[in-house]
């Protein structure tokens, strides 16, 4: 049940996404991914002195992998939204869940285990057949590199999701973990600024702008602790099929905010969506129920089963 720490990180995720649209009038991405960063290292490091605990960590190496591949795959799938139409794009991008299946799979083939969750992998599947439904992707013959490279930053997340979690079963708590990716995104921010020759926020300024800075930073914060504590705790393709909501949440915002109506085949879509992720989750939850039981029965004495 810990993976549905992952519906509010794919709502506070839907938050942050509306946040960016509408602060694209104000600021460049590079000031969107450096302000992120900011706020995401302020808070956590404000956290850390009021409620305790420290930023030294043993393991490094691992935040730098994922830190890095994190950034490099939100800038490809950023980059890839001047190629390819949004739906695509992110249809594209949210084949991570499947790209993690196959990764699981591709683990447990090599180190000779029998039992992988199919019933799992069949609802992440699913999800997809829905998010296609409700987004209805399309490419032509020219957006064929953008296509290639939204489908990268996918793979690339997937990978980030399962260093996640190896974070986590490692014993590196949540702040410590969205610490580290909010600083390499800091440092991405400055770098992306330098490349594009603009000195970042130097420019003017307004009240909403800046309320729309201050809330992404927050809600991308908030929704990267509540992800990695789905992902350290929870059941891995449960976590990666309730991801998929983040899409349903988006689409009930693009409603509600710009009255766009996703027709009789999206609301097909969300109904697919949602029913994949309850089921994912009730299946995950019998599953455990019954390995519980499993290991609580009796031991049986072979002596007393003999005719």
């Keep these: 049940m810990q993976s549905l720490w992952m519906l509010v990180a794919s709502f506070l995720f839907s938050i942050m996404g509306v946040c960016v649209k509408l602060s694209s009038d104000y600021y460049s991405t590079a000031e969107v991914v450096l302000c992120r960063g900011i706020v995401g290292v302020a808070f956590i490091y404000g956290l850390v002195k009021i409620r305790g605990g420290t930023l ?82 399309s490419i032509d013959s020219d957006q064929l590199l953008g296509g290639l490279i939204a489908l990268f930053s996918g793979v690339l997340s997937a990978l980030v999701y399962l260093q996640v979690r190896k974070l986590g079963l490692l014993g590196e708590p949540e702040y410590r973990v969205v610490f580290y990716f909010s600083f390499t995104g800091l440092l991405a921010g400055l ?68 009255n766009d109506a996703p027709g009789w085949m999206g609301w097909t879509g969300i109904a697919i969506i949602l029913m994949s992720g309850v089921v994912s989750t009730f299946y995950n939850q019998r599953s455990q129920q019954q390995s519980r039981q499993s290991r609580n029965l009796p031991a049986i004495d072979p002596i007393a089963t003999e005719v």
Excluded: C
């Design 56 to 137: 030294r960590t043993p393991y490094p190496r691992d935040h730098l992998i994922r830190g890095g591949v994190g950034v490099i795959s939100l800038w490809l799938w950023f980059y890839s939204f001047g190629l390819l139409p949004v739906a695509t794009a992110t249809t594209l991008n949210y084949m991570s869940s499947i790209w993690i299946a196959a990764m699981l799979f591709g683990v447990a083939w090599w180190q000779g285990k029998k039992r992988f969750e199919w019933g799992l992998a069949g609802t992440v599947l699913l999800s997809f057949v829905g998010v296609a439904m409700l987004l209805r992707p």
């Design 191 to 258: 770098a992306g600024s330098v490349v594009i020759g603009r000195i970042p926020f130097w420019h003017a300024h307004s009240a909403k702008g800046l309320a729309l800075l201050v809330t992404i930073g927050l809600t991308a914060t908030l929704a990267q602790i509540a992800m990695t504590r789905a992902y350290r705790l929870g059941n891995t393709l449960v976590t990666a099929n309730l991801q998929y909501t983040g899409i349903v949440f988006a689409s009930l915002w693009g409603l509600f905010i710009w």
